[in-house]
């Protein structure tokens, strides 16, 4: 298979599809939301990246700070934050730029996560592991351009939200909303929470926005953009 050096590859994953952006940091290039039939034509996975980057959109997680995380106690701190089946997969990822582990289950009936791990290599020929979705929020919010630093994304009836001012992390949550209004209403209640303005607070979404949801945005945020 063909190389690129020093490329990167960022897949999401859902139940309903998937989308990914490619290139050079710097230089990347979005294919737009895709349906699952299409993951074995599509060319960019046929090559190998330096750098790959797979989240789904789970809700089964939660992250809870180093000091308190116990390895054997994972599964009941999950199921004490989410309902889970008791053939779900429990796992767990440092996220040490916040002094936090993420635990997370990605049994959320659906496989293409698993088959892209293994269809789009590293250059050294390795898988790259499948995260939830809040983990590259969590990831992203330090390249978030102002103080007030808000990352989210948006796909098959769940909000997925990240806040922080500075490096203090606020929030990080997945909320259950039928529709975009609804993932409205829990991001303005999340930002009243903890008293952020966002007259004065640009936005950031790692998920496409339809014209007339980003519109919606700009009526209360100062900046609204799709990283």
Known sequence: MDQIQKSRISIQVSLSGYSFSYGEDGQMQASGWRGPG???????????YDRVDISLFTHKCTLVPEAFFDPAEARATLAGVVVL??????????????????????????????????????????????????????????????YNRILASYRD????????QGKTLLLANVY????????????FLALKSLQLNPEVSTISWRTPLAP????????????????
């Open 212 to 227: 007339d949801e980003e519109m919606s945005l700009y009526r209360y945020f100062k900046t609204v953009e799709v990283i």
């Open 85 to 146: 089946r008791p053939d779900d997969i429990v796992s767990y990822v440092p996220v040490p730029e916040f002094g936090a582990v993420l635990l997370y289950s990605n049994s959320i009936d659906e496989s293409l996560s698993k088959v892209l791990s293994q269809t789009v290599l590293m250059t050294s020929g390795e898988s790259a592991p499948v995260y939830p979705e809040l983990y590259y929020l969590l990831k992203g919010l330090p390249s978030c351009p102002e």
């Open 176 to 187: 259950k909303a039928v529709d975009f209004t609804t993932a409205e209403y829990f991001l």
């Open 38 to 48: 299409s993951v074995f034509t599509t060319p960019e996975f046929q090559r190998r």
């Open 157 to 164: 009836g769940y909000l997925h939200l990240a806040v922080a």
